[in-house]
């Protein structure tokens, strides 16, 4: 992994640790998936027109791709409405990286050295830790009311994300490289990723729909900018470099994340958490020292 490449996937962990809270920060949750969705299709309608269209070998990979990423958007805003963002969206991202290095291994064939596999592993642990450090404490999620224990029905939505983080990655890391054009790869996914949400959203809110669209749609519209830009730049690097070291640093975004959490949503972050951060740039180190 380059500097450049490794520059590329930090930017990309800021940008979707920033859309990610501005999904959040909406309380109706099909509002945001919406707005984040259908912007993005927008976005990467008028890419694809001057991008060149990916070679036939990377559709399937592409159609797989969207429907995964369908699901992964549906768990994540369910996820998003049960736990607080800074619980929530560390255990998404922070199971991830340790099953893309598996899948990469048995599907991709791709192996790592010994640094990367270190790396990878401490990175690992350090996300983990970030995600489960207070899971046995209270938190109020949506409602505000303090609990005594984690809502598991949180916790195994984002569970869930996570292996859907897992599956994507792998799928579109194989799809864009055989692609020939990543940039035209990134397009058609939005594209094709963006289109059922929205449907969705239109069958059930029917005329109510563009009333509650309305009052969010710029936040909305930059929201969808972000989350183009952060996985364009993710499948970017996965042209130039093995899956499981881009996946493990592009989950640095739950530092971004907690940090976030307790900024602006008012969550604690603590010092067992900082300590956690600290295991993450232990392993982002070590992955680098590899080249």
Known sequence: MTPLVAVAVLVSALTHASWNAIAHSMKDQLVACTLIAG???VLGAVVACFAPLPDAAAWPYLIVSALLHVGYLLLLMRSFSLGDFGQMYPIARGTAPLVVTVL???FVGESLDVWQATGVAVASAGLLGLALWGIRGSYGGRTGVPRTGPDWSAVLAALATGLSIALYTVVDGVGVRNAGSPIGYIAWLMVLEGLLIPAYAVYTRRALLLTQLRPHALLGLLGAALSMLAYGL????????PLAPVAALRESSIIVGAAI???FFKERFGTPRIAAAGLMVVGIGLMLLAD
């Not at 993710?234 to 470099?241: D, E, F, G, N, P």
């Open 261 to 263: 959490g307790t900024v």
């Open 104 to 106: 990469a291994a048995v």
């Open 234 to 241: 993710v499948l970017w690097a996965q042209t130039r470099a």
């Open 39 to 41: 912007g993005a299709t």
